[in-house]
T-cell receptor
Framework: DSGVTQTPKHLITATGQRVTLRCSPRSGDLSVYWYQQSLDQGLQFLIQYYNGEERAKGNILERFSAQQFPDLHSELNLSSLELGDSALYFC?????????????FGEGSRLTVL | AQSVTQLGSHVSVSEGALVLLRCNYSSSVPPYLFWYVQYPNQGLQLLLKYTTGATLVKGINGFEAEFKKSETSFHLTKPSAHMSDAAEYFCAVSDDQAGTALIFGKGTTLSVSS
């Protein structure tokens, strides 16, 4: 158990819909990262927050947005969903903002868009 | 921009045989390098990491990796494979000086046969 909690574990929805994925980081971790894992693209970095502020942005679509709340949990919002958005979405957390530390991953939220 | 290339999407070995998973990176500054493992239906967990210092890094479960700057490589090895090593392995790079998130390779699936 990494200490990172993601909900929901599975989600099935239709094209055009909007969903919200939630992540609770390990106790004490200030950084939260979102990754998308798909068969064709592999693990793609989407976005990072550190102590409530956006820190780094990767290959995140404009239809996607995220935020980190004062209690440090984070939400990833996916809107106008397309079939290609079907993937496993991982949240990870770390103590610091830099890239030398270990990332602790949740078990992921599997999104299926029909 | 940093990137990681994992050579071979699928590696098969027999139990007791040497495991060699290849990773080459591209980075304009001294990189931090990582290997993560993903077991079925689980999140990623850290196997080992190189930041500075000794270029031969030992990790969990008997794995080790050597940072070779001249070859821009960070190959993962284990002298004797065990059935429980069957999983997907990801090499990742970060540039802590810029505080960037980890950039992952596409992964290598390791199969171990008895």
């Amino acid at each position: 158990d990494s200490g990172v909690t993601q909900t929901p574990k599975h989600l099935i929805t239709a094209t055009g819909q909007r969903v919200t994925l939630r992540c609770s980081p390990r106790s004490g971790d200030l950084s939260v990262y979102w990754y998308q894992q798909s068969l064709d693209q592999g693990l793609q970095f989407l976005i990072q927050y550190y102590n409530g502020e956006e820190r780094a942005k990767g290959n995140i679509l404009e239809r996607f947005s995220a935020q980190q709340f004062p209690d440090l949990h984070s939400e990833l919002n996916l809107s106008s969903l397309e079939l290609g958005d079907s993937a496993l979405y991982f949240c990870a957390s770390s103590v610091a903002s830099g890239g030398s530390g270990e990332l602790f991953f949740g078990e992921g939220s599997r999104l299926t868009v029909l | 921009a940093q990137s990681v290339t994992q050579l071979g999407s699928h590696v098969s070995v027999s139990e007791g045989a040497l495991v060699l998973l290849r990773c080459n990176y591209s980075s304009s500054v001294p990189p931090y390098l990582f290997w993560y493992v993903q077991y079925p239906n689980q999140g990623l967990q850290l196997l080992l990491k190189y930041t500075t210092g000794a270029t031969l890094v030992k990790g969990i479960n008997g794995f080790e990796a050597e940072f070779k700057k001249s070859e821009t490589s960070f190959h993962l090895t284990k002298p004797s494979a065990h059935m429980s090593d069957a999983a997907e392995y990801f090499c990742a790079v970060s540039d802590d000086q810029a505080g960037t998130a980890l950039i992952f390779g596409k992964g290598t699936t390791l199969s171990v046969s008895s």
